[in-house]
């Protein structure tokens, strides 16, 4: 059974930090591209990061130089290193999977998982 599976999400004070996984059963995560999406409430889903199955990588300017993502395919996951939090940064974060290449579209992501709630509060 195909499944992606988040963790690591809570509550955390602005200007922390969090580390995100997405863990992948089923398949192998070798040859697939694994976004990041968030989810903030009463607003639209957004794409946040994006790491290809060459490891190119994407982040949207609200999180660069802030956010990293990175993969471990002896593990079969994918991580989204998330440093100094600001609380627009609260959403629920989803990952995604797609065949190799990254993609703005999120219809295009073929795997999802159910969401970990991160919330940046003091």
């Known amino acids: 059974q195909v499944q992606l599976v988040e963790s690591g999400g809570g509550l955390v004070q602005p200007g922390g930090s969090l580390r995100l996984s997405c863990a992948a059963s089923g398949f192998t995560l070798d040859y697939y591209a694994i976004g990041w999406f968030r989810q903030a409430p009463g607003k639209e889903r957004e794409r946040v990061s994006c790491i290809s199955s060459s490891d190119g990588t994407y982040y949207a300017d609200s999180v660069k130089g802030r956010f990293t993502i990175s993969r471990d395919n002896a593990k079969n996951t994918v991580y989204l290193q998330m440093n100094s939090l600001k609380p627009e940064d609260t959403a629920v974060y989803y990952c995604?999977?797609?065949?190799?290449?990254?993609?703005?579209?999120?219809?295009?992501?073929?795997?999802w998982g159910k969401g970990t709630l991160v919330t940046v509060s003091s």
């Open positions: 995604a999977a797609r065949p190799v290449l990254c993609s703005r579209e999120q219809t295009r992501y073929d795997y």
